[in-house]
């Protein structure tokens, strides 16, 4: 009976000690677990808040910087700005480009019928709006926003189409594809023209200006 008794106690300490053992180990690993967060997470949460603080202030010194480059109300340079990071081209070459075709005039017009900023040709620009999805009639040229979306739009595809060589995007703005393809056959095979030198040239200003007046 005693050794009954005493295997009956042996085998609540050995269950009481188990579950000991278990809450021990569940609560060290919550510890661990809650540490884990506090180390690891909060300088980079608190490093992403800092780049993205930057970043916002450089863009709007970017849109402010653009303002007075241009002479543009400065919800159409928001709106170049924007639409440039969206598509993922330089703003910088978006700047140098208008500069060459209207010298930013929102209400240029050229001798053959481009207008607007970006100088786009009718039957150019309703492919454009046709394949964003936008309705077109060529007085809407006229409105700063939509001709940027439309030259920024047409420099984007541009820029894929030819692998992300500018000279040859920026030539083939100028003189459209089967202009480029007559020039490459007839000139200069790497597509660099004056006019691709110009564009690019005006951007390198405008950064280099722009780096500037960040430091």
């Keep these: 009976m005693k050794r009954e008794n005493y295997m009956t106690i042996l085998i609540v300490i050995c269950i009481f000690s188990y579950f000991m053992m278990i809450n021990t180990g569940m609560t060290a690993a919550a510890e661990d677990k809650q540490n884990y967060y506090k180390l ?8 992403y808040i800092h780049d993205y603080k930057d970043s916002f202030i450089l863009e709007k010194k970017l849109i402010r910087y653009t303002q007075a480059v241009t002479g543009l109300e ?3 340079c928001q709106f170049l700005i924007e639409e440039s990071k969206e598509s993922y081209v330089d703003p910088f070459i978006v700047l140098g480009l208008i500069k060459r075709e209207s010298s930013f005039n929102p209400n240029a017009i050229g001798v053959e ?8 040709m009718e039957n150019t620009a309703e492919i454009i709006a046709e394949n964003l999805g936008y309705s077109y009639n060529h007085e809407m040229l006229l409105n700063p926003e939509f001709n940027l979306k439309l030259t920024i ?4 595809y541009l820029n894929r189409v030819y692998n992300k060589d500018m000279h040859k ?3 083939a703005y100028n003189r459209g594809q089967q202009g480029l393809e007559n020039y490459l056959a007839s000139n200069d095979k790497r597509g660099v023209s004056d006019y691709s030198s110009k564009v690019l040239q005006f951007a390198s200003i405008y950064k280099e200006e722009f780096e500037n007046l960040k430091n």
């Design 153 to 156: 739009a047409q420099l984007k």
């Design 169 to 171: 995007a920026l030539t």
């Design 74 to 76: 400065y919800d159409h």
């Design 40 to 47: 690891s997470q909060e300088p980079i949460i608190k490093s």
């Design 113 to 120: 019928g481009e207008l607007g900023l970006g100088q786009l």
